[in-house]
């Protein structure tokens, strides 16, 4: 049981830590068509974008300082129906055709993947076994398995581990011989526990027969909605990707109900265990309210929850949460974005595509912003990212060095000269949670043991750190909310 008292509906108020993507989301939700709720978003810094934050140059550059996209399926349609009842599909820009193409530097050369390569690479025996489920494949552990443990038993061969390194490097920057499968990959484990066979559950895919759980109901998304996911894989705005929160916020703003407060970061969440919660800001502030939604990384969020665990020493599962919350590593990189004349960069014709990723070294990858979504840069511009691991050294030229010994890309830049490029580099300190084996099992009793305090949690650590995760993330947490305090 919740510390509210079931049955009443009048004046609940929710406070949401953390007004970036997620906590808008949540804040969106739970105002949705119900008036029987206030909210009160509190944001530690002094604006409400989180990491969708687009810098938008005078020359009309769109410098992105997260994703520079979201996908379209599965979770995208929940993605797409918010943009739909925001009123900004008209705002959306799909993909060019030439982001279909994704590379990976494997053998000390560029690979572009298709079906051909990855038959070449695994082998057409590992893949026919695989496709009927022979030998030590139908063997499915009870025990949750690393990504790399669960590939290999799949395939029963190591040719496939370089392949998955690229891909979890460009995901999460970390290592998938400690990622757990079921919580990087869970539409992949259950493609594995409902179908037998990834292949399988591919070919079955491919005429539309379920093989994964939908993450957003099917009932509700519009002919509109589906028209878009049919028409591009892949979505950005045309002022870029800051255009969903700053619409988001725009609207709730517009709500007599809704309180947005930047520069206000919270300390302490307090309870007395019984009916009354609050939330405590640095300034000695007390918030109080009927319940709590988190959305900041559990980095943070742990010294806040130490508080509340002091409070009640007698709940033993809630003194163990401020530990399982710092248990979760989170990584950090630094994206390096290059900006200039087209005639500055020395991109091989092959080559231009989404992108690439490595299976080592410093350099994760790298986007060709200009090639995947044109609308970022006039048509005599163009634009990449690297995405680096933090390091100490100089972080430009080591983009520039990376870039070139990995896919003999030349930034002939003249510093000196009136249309040299540009260099933006921003650091995302703990920004990607890395979800270890058994992440699963942290992650819901954090969220089993907090909502008997009715405090929900979402986020990327939560669900999964694309913008469709985090968004779906914020929408799990308010409907959590909205059941325990009774709202409709």
Not at 101 to 123: E, P
Not at 211 to 230: C, T, W, Y
């Amino acid at each position: 049981m919740s510390i509210t008292e079931q049955g009443s509906t009048k004046d609940k108020r929710v406070v949401i830590i953390g007004g970036g993507i997620t906590g808008l989301a949540a804040a969106h939700e739970l105002t949705k068509n119900n008036d029987n709720v206030s909210v009160v978003v509190l944001e530690g810094s002094n604006k409400c974008t989180g990491w969708l934050e687009t810098t938008r140059k005078t020359n009309g550059d769109l410098i992105e300082g997260g994703p520079r996209s979201f996908r379209s399926a599965a979770g995208g349609a929940y993605t797409l129906t918010l943009c739909e009842e925001l009123g900004i599909l008209g705002q959306l820009r799909p993909s060019d055709k030439a982001a279909a193409k994704k590379f990976i530097f494997l053998n000390g050369r560029m690979n572009q993947v298709t079906l051909w390569f990855v038959i070449k690479t695994i082998g057409i025996c590992n893949l026919i076994g695989e496709f009927f489920n022979f030998g030590k494949r139908r063997a499915i552990p009870d025990t949750d398995e690393t990504v790399t443990e669960f590939f290999v038993r799949r395939f029963q061969t190591d040719r496939i581990k370089p392949i998955i390194r690229c891909i979890v490097r460009g995901i999460f920057a970390g290592d998938p011989d400690v990622l757990s499968i079921a919580s990087a990959f869970p539409s992949i484990k259950q493609c594995e526990e409902s179908s037998g066979s990834l292949i399988w559950a591919g070919i079955k895919s491919l005429f539309y027969i379920q093989v994964s759980k939908p993450v957003f109901p099917v009932s509700l998304v519009s002919g509109a909605v589906r028209e878009l996911q049919n028409a591009s894989t892949m979505y950005n705005f045309e002022h870029g990707m800051q255009t969903l929160p700053d619409i988001l916020l725009g609207t709730l703003r517009k709500n007599p109900k809704v309180e947005i407060r930047v520069n206000s970061l919270v300390g302490k969440i307090r309870t007395d265990g019984k009916s009354k919660v609050s939330v405590g800001l640095i300034t000695g502030e007390d918030v109080p309210c009927d319940a709590i939604i988190s959305t900041i990384s559990p980095y943070y969020l742990s010294p806040i929850v130490s508080s509340l665990s002091s409070a009640i020493p007698n709940d033993i599962a809630l003194g163990k949460i401020p530990r399982l919350l710092s248990s979760i590593p989170m990584n950090s990189l630094i994206l390096v974005t290059i900006t200039g004349p087209s005639h500055r960069f020395q991109i091989p014709a092959s080559l231009r595509s989404f992108g690439f990723l490595t299976p080592d070294g410093p350099l994760l990858g790298c986007t060709f912003n200009s090639c995947a979504f044109p609308h970022t840069t006039k048509p005599d511009r163009a634009s990449l990212t690297c995405m680096v691991e933090k390091c100490d050294e100089d972080i430009i030229a080591l983009a520039k060095k990376m870039l070139a010994e990995t896919a003999n890309v030349l930034i002939n830049d003249d510093p000196e000269s009136a249309d040299c490029c540009s260099y933006l580099v921003q650091p995302r300190d703990r920004c990607i949670p890395q979800y270890l084996v058994d992440h699963g099992k942290t992650i819901s009793s954090v969220k089993t043991t907090l909502l008997q305090y009715n405090i929900a949690v979402a986020g990327v650590a939560i669900r999964g750190p694309g913008v469709n995760d985090s968004l779906l993330s914020g929408r799990d947490a308010a409907q959590d909310i909205k059941t325990i305090l009774s709202l409709a």
